[in-house]
Antibody
Framework: QITLKESGPALVKPTQTLTLTCTLSGLSLSSNGVQVGWIRQPPEKAPEWLALIYWDDQKRYRPALKNRLTITQDRSKNQVVLTMTNMAPVDTGTYFC?????????????WGPGTRVTVSS | ENVLTQSPGTLSLSPGEGATLSCRASQTVPGNYLHWYQQKPGQAPRLLIYGASTRATGIPDRFRGSGSGTYFTLTIRRLEPEDFAVYFCQQSGSSPTFGQGTKLDI
């Protein structure tokens, strides 16, 4: 059974850097075809895709946020980490860790429960 | 950016009825990398359909996805009370995007 769990601060101040960790169980990050990404959802709005890391360590980023985002993986801990610099109030929302595969054509078949992040001074 | 526009914004129906939700892309979705999700309040989205027409594990056959290119639909037959939720489409091309959602209301 695949599970994902996000962890990180609930509150960050404007201009600070947000660091979120996704801990995965039931799968290996090095398994062929595995993709793990981050998606955020502002309150009462649609989800927004942020970043994706592949089993072979390729990475993709949302073009508009590319300069602020970094996604990395720690295979020894089975974790994926997202950092987002220069946080602003518009970055407030729920951040989800998400698993997809080549077989699902990138459809996200497992989601973490989400972690709520508020950006406020 | 491949913008996905969903219609209608809200769909008011009753249990037992059928629903058709649409998702139109501003650019061709390569390889039909188009997916549908259901989201209930306070929960993460749940994958219903991937690759435009393949039901995800455990999804009942009342849910059917179709379409190609730039126009896709999600059809739900015989609505059950638990189907009333928000539905999003998503394309997973080079820069994934989500539609703005359709709220299925009782």
């Amino acid at each position: 059974q695949i599970t994902l769990k996000e962890s990180g601060p609930a509150l960050v101040k404007p201009t600070q850097t947000l660091t979120l960790t996704c801990t995965l169980s039931g799968l290996s990050l090095s398994s062929n075809g595995v993709q793990v990404g981050w998606i955020r959802q502002p309150p009462e709005k649609a989800p927004e895709w942020l970043a994706l890391i592949y089993w072979d360590d390729q990475k993709r980023y949302r073009p508009a946020l590319k300069n602020r985002l970094t996604i990395t993986q720690d295979r020894s801990k089975n974790q994926v980490v997202l950092t987002m610099t220069n946080m602003a109030p518009v970055d407030t929302g729920t951040y989800f860790c998400a698993h997809s595969t080549v077989a699902s054509r990138g459809g996200i078949d497992h989601w973490g429960p989400g972690t709520r992040v508020t950006v406020s001074s | 950016e491949n913008v996905l526009t969903q219609s209608p914004g809200t769909l008011s129906l009753s249990p037992g009825e059928g629903a058709t939700l649409s998702c139109r892309a501003s650019q061709t979705v390569p390889g039909n990398y188009l997916h549908w999700y259901q989201q209930k309040p306070g929960q993460a989205p749940r994958l219903l359909i991937y690759g435009a027409s393949t039901r995800a594990t455990g999804i009942p056959d009342r849910f059917r996805g179709s379409g190609s290119g730039t126009y896709f639909t999600l059809t739900i037959r015989r609505l059950e009370p638990e189907d009333f939720a928000v539905y999003f489409c998503q394309q997973s091309g080079s820069s994934p995007t989500f539609g703005q959602g359709t709220k299925l209301d009782i």
